[in-house]
């Protein structure tokens, strides 16, 4: 399993908001399937390769659906397939470690 | 105010855990002064650019102090000067408009 | 058409020197029939959406074909449906307006 | 020496084309002294960390010079220590192996 941070930008929107965008992005997420959580920066995703390349397109395509004529994505994926990794395991073992 | 995710990775370890790195870093952001929180794919900062960059630089050298040979750090900044943004103001604000 | 900036990196390899992967992944893209520009810092690919995501997927299965237990991956994509982008396009452009 | 890939991106201007920014950003980076060259995703710089921070900073802020709302900066690093790395030199390398 890989983990995915993924952020999708509409480009001359001509507001600097893009609340409107990122809120239709987390319904189509929440109907993916895959485990995900909500970051200031991005939305990280859960799953294996493909899984995750499906949902970036999907992402990626969403702001163009609703009118957007340029769309910016940057996406970072961590696969690791000596080991399970899963959402919030890398941050619970920091933490603990910390204590 | 702007937020700043950043991801600093140490290549060519020996070992693909690179856990005891981000420990040692989230000591280090500990010191900063700054809002910050961990996430799976990096860790968000909340400050003005020169705080940013100044956290930014520290990251990135620790994994060096530990002996690291290469480092390959990721940072994203999203700095907004219309308004104030804080740390989990847009996770919060995305999560009040979905319900 | 869209342009895409890619970088994989295997972690945890035992060397800071990953040019033996960037090799096998010139030459994955070789094949791949889309335009491509090698620059210091990734690979610049122009295609559409479904074809930059199938090269993506491709260039980052290949350090773990090689035996690499983790990869890093970092994508950006730039996707305007206005006008036709092409590779060289905007540096060619900006250069003409240094002028 | 380390090598840094940044692109910044003024968001909510009202229209997708951002060559007038991009212009903007290479006239101020040929007054720093700095080796650097543009790409279609981004300008690559040669210099120390401190050196790559303080132009990160200077075409971070450029946009808002020119009244830009908010800016969405995306910055890659590579630092290596174990070696003098300079720009081009990848590309070289990479294409002497691939003859």
Redesign the interface.
């Known amino acids: 399993m890989a983990?995915?941070?993924i952020?999708v930008?509409p480009?001359?929107?001509?507001?600097?908001?893009?609340?409107g965008f990122?809120?239709e992005m987390?319904?189509l997420l929440a109907k993916q399937g895959l485990p995900y959580?909500?970051?200031?920066?991005?939305t990280?995703i859960e799953g294996d390769?493909?899984q995750l390349?499906a949902v970036?397109?999907a992402l990626?395509?969403s702001p163009?659906l609703m009118g957007a004529?340029?769309?910016?994505?940057?996406?970072?994926?961590?696969?690791?397939?000596?080991k399970e990794t899963h959402?919030?395991?890398?941050?619970e073992?920091?933490?603990e470690?910390?204590q």
Chains 1, 2, 3, 4 share one sequence.
């Not at 480009?11 to 609340?19: A, D, E, F, Q, R």
């Not at 959580?37 to 991005?42: H, I, K, V």
């Not at 004529?69 to 000596?82: G, L, S």
């Open positions: 983990l995915m941070d952020n930008a480009l001359g929107t001509g507001s600097p908001s893009v609340g990122i809120v987390q319904r959580e909500l970051t200031d920066m991005g990280t390769i493909d390349l970036a397109k990626h395509e163009f004529k340029r769309v910016y994505t940057v996406i970072k994926i961590d696969d690791r397939r000596d959402l919030r395991q890398k941050v073992s920091v933490k470690r910390l």
